[in-house]
């Protein structure tokens, strides 16, 4: 073989070498930046996101379900806004969390369902409170029960992963509803 063409062929074989190393990097970053604009960890626990959103939120469902008066005006408005809380906890849990099991937890499929069941529960007490209908927040407040039961059930430890309960952590969040006689 000539020098020359001895020549080519080195340049050859670093030019494609430079070209694959390129290629390579541009998808790595390309998928960075995806990566980055579409999700990020959720950075708190499921631990803590079940004492201070989802056990809150249902509480006021089931307290208003459950009161032997007429709902007012305004109280129906609370409704809506604890059942629209609770509704959004549901998708938000199937992410996992920064607690040690919650990965694992959000990877099953039975917790997805349950998630699942909880939102829809949440969905039926917005439609009561919308239609300010008390048996139908009833029976909603019902079906909230069923998916905290059933999942609890399945996944919950005897003792939560981070020492975290509503009582006595975060009781005094229950205080505001013992506002009234
Ligand atoms: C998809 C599964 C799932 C659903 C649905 C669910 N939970 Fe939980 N919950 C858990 C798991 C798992 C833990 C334990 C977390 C830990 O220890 O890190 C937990 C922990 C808790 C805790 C804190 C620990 C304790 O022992 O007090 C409360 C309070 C709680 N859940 C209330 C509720 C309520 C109320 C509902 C329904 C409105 C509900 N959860 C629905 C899975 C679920």
Redesign the pocket.
Known sequence: MSSLSRNFTKLMTVLIGVLIFLIVLSVMLGKSVNAAETSFPVPV???AL??TL??HS??YIWDYGSMEREISADEWRTVQYYAIQ?AGS?PL?TLGGS????KG?AASPQ?TE??K??SDGAMLALGAATSKDKAKLASAGDA??D??E???EI???E????G???MPDYDFLYHLFRTEP
């Open positions: 626990s499921i631990n079940m004492v989802i056990d249902a509480h609770l549901g849990i607690g040690p099991l919650d937890w917790w349950l998630s069941k909880m909230v029960l998916s905290c059933g999942c609890h996944f919950k430890l003792l939560p992963t981070e975290l309960t509503h």
